[in-house]
């Protein structure tokens, strides 16, 4: 089989066919109709289709007999001052008068020093070539990919359910971009974000997403960071109140600019006044407050993001109640016992005991033999219907019982004397 290639700027050469061999005329059209500009990826080295056209050095062409072997042939890229430019190639290993074969067009450039080609363009069709005879075909050229490029944001997607738009680019063997081609994007880590055929990511949960862009054999991938920024800290309760010796867990909720509750964090905590109530240092978004004496103290709560130095914090009020004392007198000249309920009076002996502020104390009075009882005074308290007494230990209280015996003076009055039963002073 022998092959001639041969260039000429018009077609006037193409008018005689060349006799005993069939004649391929390949036209190339010099506007070249994908004209574009590109892409508004900030990618670089972005160029249109003419640009890299306008570099095309060489062309091989290929012609593939139906069973039989295929031949490739390298000539120079045809260029003149017309608009079309031809490349003839001449075949004279026809079986017959007519032949159909597959016809490859490849438009390569040289793309280093030791002289290596890069497929640019490519076309391909079936024709039908003819002994004595020319057949022409016009090159239609469709970019060739040779690799993908993406971008992504190098700052961590600050809330779940944010959008990014990323932008991934289809390149030519010299680095261009290819208008009009775009990657087909997918994501392998779909519960940390999910991606669009657009290339628009959102963020569904914190942690790395890969995102890959693929076209044809061409991939890349980018890693994507999400790391919710929190802008907005509570603290609940935000008010309490607690008895000295008192426990109190205090939790905080952060949560980002959309409203997404944030976990993994750690709250730094700290007591305006840590006499009154102390905080144990945070694991995690909670503390624990112990009451340590009367007063009122402020309880801060703050997170500072590491990697923007933001902060937000949130407060509560600790009031301490202290406990507050109630002391029985038993006066008259008869005698019994009081006790209280919750225990701690048991007068007797022990006349005076503390309570925890607020704490309602009942007391109960039992006469001894020969003595009844005659009623309660002071403490601001009430008279229950069965005869006791309850107080309630907002301050320190007092309270007197008085028990009498007819046939005991009155300490009180000792020169009573007892006439019919009745106490009267002389």
């Known amino acids: 089989m022998t092959v001639l290639l041969m260039l000429a700027g018009c077609r006037d050469f193409l008018a005689e066919p060349a006799p005993g061999r069939a004649t391929l005329a390949l036209a190339f059209d010099e506007a070249l109709p994908m004209q574009t500009t590109g892409t508004a990826c900030p990618l670089p080295q972005l160029s249109g289709i003419a640009r890299v056209y306008d570099r095309v050095d060489s ?54 020093a030791e002289r290596r080609r890069a497929v640019l363009f490519r076309d ?90 693929e076209y044809q054999q061409s991939i890349d991938t980018v890693w994507v960071m999400v790391r919710a920024v929190a802008s907005s800290l509570t603290v609940t309760p935000t008010v309490d109140t607690l008895q000295v010796g008192g426990l109190r867990a205090l939790q905080g909720e952060l949560r980002d600019s959309r409203g997404n509750l944030l976990a993994g964090r750690v709250l730094r905590w700290s007591s305006s006044d840590p006499a009154v109530a102390s905080v144990e240092p945070a694991t995690g978004l909670a503390t624990l407050v112990t009451a340590q004496a009367g007063g009122s103290a402020t309880i801060t709560a703050w997170y500072e993001a590491a990697a923007t130095g933001q902060q937000v914090s949130a407060t509560a009020q600790i009031t301490v109640r ?48 020969g003595s009844s009882f005659s009623g309660w005074s002071g403490g601001g308290g009430t008279v229950n219907n069965d005869g006791s007494y309850t107080v309630s230990l907002t301050e320190a209280r007092s309270v007197t019982a008085t028990f009498t015996n007819p046939f005991h003076p009155d300490p009180e009055n000792p020169t009573a004397v007892l006439s019919g039963g009745t106490a009267r002073a002389q």
Request: hydrophobic residues 45%; proline residues 6%.
């Open 322 to 369: 202290s406990p507050h004392p109630l002391s029985v007198t038993k006066r008259g000249s008869g005698s019994g016992t009081v006790t209280s309920s919750p225990a701690g009076i048991n007068c007797g002996s022990t006349c005076t005991a503390s309570y925890a502020y607020g704490t309602s104390v009942t007391l109960r009075a039992v006469a001894a033999t």
């Open 124 to 213: 391909s069709a079936r024709v039908e070539l003819q002994r004595g005879g020319i057949t022409r075909v016009e090159v239609a050229p469709r970019a060739i990919a040779d690799a993908v490029l993406l971008s992504a944001p190098l700052a961590p997607i600050g809330a779940l359910g944010d959008t990014v738009q990323l932008c991934g680019v289809v390149l030519f063997a010299t680095g261009d971009t290819i208008p009009g081609l775009v990657p087909v994007w997918r994501t392998l880590d779909p519960g940390i974000a999910e991606i669009s055929p657009d290339g628009r990511l959102i963020a569904r949960a914190e942690g790395e997403a890969r995102i890959v862009g």
């Open 59 to 112: 062309v091989r062409v290929g012609l593939a007999a139906a069973g039989g072997d295929a031949f490739n042939a390298i000539a120079a890229f045809p260029r003149d001052d017309t608009e079309t430019a031809w490349l003839s190639v001449f075949v004279d290993d026809l079986q017959g008068s007519k032949e159909t074969r597959q016809l490859t067009v490849e438009l390569l450039v040289r793309v280093d």
